[in-house]
T-cell receptor
Framework: DTAVSQTPKYLVTQMGNDKSIKCEQN?????MYWYKQDSKKFLKIMFS???????INETVPNRFSPKSPDKAHLNLHINSLELGDSAVYFC??????????????FGPGTRLTVL | AQSVAQPEDQVNVAEGNPLTVKCTYS??????LFWYVQYPNRGLQFLLK??????LVKGSYGFEAEFNKSQTSFHLKKPSALVSDSALYFC?????????????FGGGTRLMVKP
């Protein structure tokens, strides 16, 4: 069973479009995250979210918004896509506000290409 | 603020030789430290972490890391490298006082193990 899954795996779209990436975890974790990995492999946290609060990295443009329909899902919505949004986006989850035994569990990533 | 530096973009080692992948960190308080590995076209996989206690931490696949508070380092080591260890390795830190369990990652080090 996949612990953290993301769909789609690949997403190619035009500038200016609005798109969403879905993330689901079946680990029963209460905290989920979105990371962006650029072409140079730098990983940056975008959001941390649990039932109580959303914490946003201040460098993330407000065109990006996480939406959580329930505890097991944290979807990423991106409005007015720009060329610079092209990257691999990773979803992750962990248990609790403390440090979980196995750190954060990561999904396989979604490669977004904006043309 | 928290930050991580991995000074080497790439480390080359012959199979059977010991390997070291370097990591230094900066936090305002006490750190939680992690190592993750990323294989091509895959998400990140947890290797090991330092929370408290023994400075030498043992993790998956024979890897270990040593926490050195005075040098603010958390170098990843393995006594005998395998070709299958070739991958991208990320060090990550979280300040214990950091809300949201948000990790800051280093830039990654590509490990190449040659037969």
């Amino acid at each position: 069973d996949t612990a953290v899954s993301q769909t789609p795996k690949y997403l190619v779209t035009q500038m200016g479009n609005d798109k969403s990436i879905k993330c689901e975890q079946n680990l029963g974790h209460d905290t989920m995250y979105w990371y962006k990995q650029d072409s140079k492999k730098f990983l940056k946290i975008m959001f941390s979210y649990n039932n109580k609060e959303l914490i946003i990295n201040e460098t993330v443009p407000n065109r990006f918004s996480p939406k959580s329909p329930d505890k097991a899902h944290l979807n990423l919505h991106i409005n007015s896509l720009e060329l610079g949004d092209s990257a691999v986006y990773f979803c992750a989850s962990s248990q609790g506000g403390g440090v979980s035994l196995m750190g954060q569990y990561f999904g396989p990533g979604t490669r977004l290409t904006v043309l | 603020a928290q930050s991580v530096a991995q000074p080497e973009d790439q480390v080359n080692v012959a199979e059977g030789n010991p390997l070291t992948v370097k990591c230094t960190y900066s936090v305002s308080g006490n750190p939680y430290l992690f190592w993750y590995v990323q294989y091509p076209n895959r998400g990140l996989q947890f290797l090991l972490k330092y929370i408290t206690g023994d400075n030498l931490v043992k993790g998956s696949y024979g890897f270990e890391a040593e926490f050195n508070k005075s040098q603010t380092s958390f170098h990843l080591k393995k006594p005998s490298a395998l070709v299958s260890d070739s991958a991208l390795y990320f060090c990550a830190v979280r300040d214990r006082g950091n809300a949201g369990n948000m990790l800051t990652f280093g830039g990654g080090t590509r490990l190449m193990v040659k037969p």
